[in-house]
């Protein structure tokens, strides 16, 4: 944010002494930055052959774990809802015998 010719911080940090909608402010500021940053960060050359090998696949196979386990189940909700058939594995170990009937179908 630009103010009087300097450029003004915005603190982030959520604190105890925070309003609920100081709060707001904050989550909402560094959401808006982390997705300006995403999309900063992706190659659109690969994405576009990624959406592409999705595309063209009989089955799409998703695992994650952990906190990857969340971004990896939510991506298995929107697949699924596209009628792509879609299988998701919340165990690394399961993961590793699944991948044994992995094709490049």
């Not at 690969?46 to 990857?68: H, M, P, T, Y």
């Not at 298995?76 to 596209?82: A, C, P, Q, V």
């Not at 879609?86 to 165990?91: L, N, P, T």
Request: net charge negative.
């Amino acid at each position: 944010m630009q103010v009087d010719n300097k450029i003004e911080t915005i603190i982030t940090d959520i604190t105890e002494n925070d309003n609920p909608t100081s709060v707001l402010f904050k989550l909402q500021t560094n959401l808006s930055k982390n997705i300006v940053d995403l999309g900063r960060s992706i190659d659109h050359k690969e994405l576009k052959q990624a959406v592409e090998l999705i595309d063209k696949a009989r089955v799409v196979f998703i695992a994650g774990e952990g906190a990857s386990g969340l971004a990896a189940e939510d991506f298995f909700d929107k697949l699924i809802r596209s009628g792509k058939e879609v299988i998701f594995i919340k165990s690394s170990h399961i993961a590793l015998e699944g991948i044994t009937n992995i094709t490049k179908k």
